[in-house]
């Protein structure tokens, strides 16, 4: 059976812990694919913060770029793959100058395909005011535009506020 | 029949796309009304993505200022009003210096006396930091209490995230 | 009886008047904990104008800090306190440098011991864009953490957007 979650909030909102509470009771193996790389202090500070809290119940793949290769090669059945976060993947997309609507095209029908429970936890980054600078407005724009499609071709949305959900479909 | 639907959203959120499927059952004449100006080239490939994809079958009017005006014309029994956006309006307003809080109170006491159905595309912009620059705290501000008033006046609101929708009224 | 709130919104979503409205039908007595600073003039209009719209029957105490010595006196059977708002009493301790999971931590561990009504405004400010600066994305981080943690120990939670309610608890 195939269950695919799209947990979308905001920065500090718990939608992490969130997605990590929807593996507790679940029986088969556990894997956590991390698309952000250690690059600076703070990102390693948080990548530490949340491999503390996942505990050692979890296998971790890095994975910057591919994320749909790795989940064609991971997501099978009884198992329950976790990617954190979307928006970081999107971000590395940018960076390495990669056509995101692609990619984005290819993760969505890439999805209806793959067995097991997948949980996809991405960032909500639309809702303040306008950026000053192009890169952050395009970014923006990438990462909103890909918020849609992922959404509409999970089986499972919800929004995180305050570290509770608000059911978006599913 | 009254029908009056404010569609609230982030940036990329989906909003325009889900008011744009409100009309798509409508029986009567379309009109969309873009309350953004071409100015740059960004704004120009914003307005021909959302013309592309609204398709032949809407009238379209440009009013960056007289929404009242235009509103008070153009909406009648039968036809479907979709105006596109209200946080571009806003901004228009500040940028011409004119006193936001009448026009949107002028637009509030206009909604009630209005016919047919009509949806009002707005932006929710104060979920981030607050702005350093006092311009954009100022547009802050305006556009959020305009979108209260506006709501309190609408008979249904939606919040979209991710191109789905939380019902907050109606 | 304990009845216990976070209302959570953005800026100019009219959170602070969900949360007075919380008190209209209440028999006793209304204390209202301001924990901004006069500090500019905006802040000086933005407290007359929220002082203005509560009207007089509120008795106001103003506490930037130490507001768990406050809510342990004030909290009591038959009250009801309003504390506007959560994310200045974060800045306020960010920038007196004092530690701040500490001050949450002791303020959430009290909550369920406070008898009467309370209420706590508090501002979602991660759904933008990840700000440039270290202090700005460092109070990001603080606030949605004391959020997650505010709402964990409230009995009710709802998040507002255009000034009206989605329900997130209780």
């Known amino acids: 059976m195939r269950s695919q979650w799209l947990v979308i909030g905001g920065a500090r909102s718990g939608k992490s812990a969130y ?30 913060h ?24 991971e997501c099978r059945a009884g198992r329950f793959v976790l990617v954190d976060c ?6 590395n997309l940018l960076l390495a100058d990669k056509p995101i609507p692609d990619a984005v095209e290819e993760l969505c029908k890439l999805l209806p395909q793959l067995d097991g429970a997948l949980v996809l936890v991405s960032n909500e980054v639309g809702l303040g005011i306008v950026p000053d600078n192009a890169l952050a407005r395009r970014f923006r724009d990438e990462a909103g535009f ?3 499609q992922i959404a509409a071709a999970c089986s499972h949305v919800v929004f ?3 570290g509770l959900p608000l059911r978006l479909k599913g």
Chains 1, 2, 3 share one sequence.
Do not use: C, F
């Open 146 to 148: 890909a918020n849609q």
């Open 19 to 48: 997605a990590e509470r929807l593996a507790q009771s679940h029986p088969g193996e556990l894997v956590y694919v991390a698309t952000g790389e250690p690059g600076d202090e703070e990102m390693r500070s948080r990548i530490a």
């Open 86 to 91: 979307m928006t970081l993947w999107i971000s």
């Open 50 to 73: 949340h491999r503390q809290r996942r505990g050692g119940k979890w296998r971790t793949i890095e994975e910057p770029i591919a994320l749909a290769h790795v989940l064609r090669k």
């Open 160 to 162: 995180i506020v305050a």
